[in-house]
Nanobody, 125 residues
Framework: QVQLVESGGGLVQAGGSLRLSCAAS????????MGWFRQAPGKEREFVAAVTWTGSSTAYADSAKDRFTISRDNAKNILFLQMNGLKPEDTAVYYCAAGRMRGAVSPSFREYDYWGQGTQVTVSS
């Protein structure tokens, strides 16, 4: 059974930083592209960042470029999202997701088969 468990969310002031983690089990983590998505109240789930299964390539939403960094530790089956310069509009539930085995990174949530339960990030102004 595949499990993705996010952690590291919380309340932070604007300009602050958070590091999200996603612990994966039940799948060969190193063979899956991984992504971060977020969903704010009343809004659709949106792409934040993704990383290839080897970790050699990444992709970011425009809103995340230059502020967020996605990375992975395939030896420990953990996905990370380092978020700096947080803004109130970054407030959302953040989800990690696993894509198709050995697939490419994608900004479309339809390309991801497994999802975590999410972790809340709240940025105060």
């Amino acid at each position: 059974q595949v499990q993705l468990v996010e952690s590291g969310g919380g309340l932070v002031q604007a300009g602050g930083s958070l590091r999200l983690s996603c612990a994966a089990s039940g799948l060969t983590f190193s063979r899956y592209p991984m992504g971060w998505f977020r969903q704010a109240p009343g809004k659709e789930r949106e792409f934040v960042a993704a990383v290839t299964w080897t970790g050699s390539s990444t992709a970011y939403a425009d809103s995340a470029k230059d502020r967020f960094t996605i990375s992975r530790d395939n030896a420990k089956n953990i996905l990370f999202l380092q978020m700096n310069g947080l803004k109130p509009e970054d407030t959302a539930v953040y989800y990690c997701a696993a894509g198709r085995m050995r697939g490419a990174v994608s900004p479309s949530f339809r390309e991801y088969d497994y999802w975590g339960q999410g972790t809340q990030v709240t940025v105060s102004s």
